[in-house]
């Protein structure tokens, strides 16, 4: 395979190349050659194959793409590396966007066997959290989790974030792997909290609960995370549990946050 992907490589810059790519706002012209496009790219296979007009043109243009991206990206789906520096996470990323665009089914093993993907994204998201800036932290989150290429190594490093999380701390992350689909980190979430609602949850401490539970309620509802809480845990906890968070989430929303009245409710 290693002998076949070098051949491939070879014919990148080749004369022969029968496809022009103008990539960028200022298109910059690569020339590439049709059958490996169609090999190695769905996207490029069903656009040629179809009849449009860039199978008759022999042109594509790909204005949203970025010349630098693509430039790193070309050697991959000819040889299957990429050759040049990745010097940022933001390549990373960059290079992520546009194989899910073109659906290089192979690039996310080769990008986790290349680069320490995960923990670039811990490092980025250490970054956010010194900024304290909850909102600017959730939208990047977001954004990752659109990507289908980093989906799974932002769910491993918020799994192993979680890890490290107060029980409190586990419910924004329950929040976070309900709204960006990942079932990994759900488990361990509800997991852990299952096991210290068991140890811990009693009458004596229902108002600190309650407490923080009307804090993850409120961080729920900022940061547009979705599901108000108590419909995540009538999804995810113990029923017992599931129905004493519900109606101090129900509470919650009467009293338009009001502690006091939760308290008062549960006990």
Known sequence: MAHLAAQFG???GADDADMEIHVGQQ????HAHTF???VRSPYFRAMLASGMLESKSQTVKMPAVSCRTFEMMLPFVYGGRVTASVESFADIQCLADLADFM????????MRETWDVQGLLEKRMEELSKEANATKTEKWLATMAKQLTLHKDLESMLVKTAQNE?????LPMLCRANLHGMPTLKKKCVDALNEYV???WTMANAGTAASALEMEFQYSDSFCMGSPLHEVYAESMAEG?????RSAAECIA???YSPQLVVNHIV
């Open 10 to 12: 070879a014919l990148l």
């Open 166 to 170: 107060t029980a409190q701390g586990k």
């Open 103 to 110: 659906q290089l089914g192979d690039f996310p093993q080769y």
């Open 241 to 245: 549990l599931a129905t004493i968070l």
């Open 254 to 256: 009467e009293a338009q």
């Open 36 to 38: 490996i496009l169609k």
């Open 198 to 200: 068991r140890n811990n």
């Open 27 to 30: 298109p910059q012209v690569f």
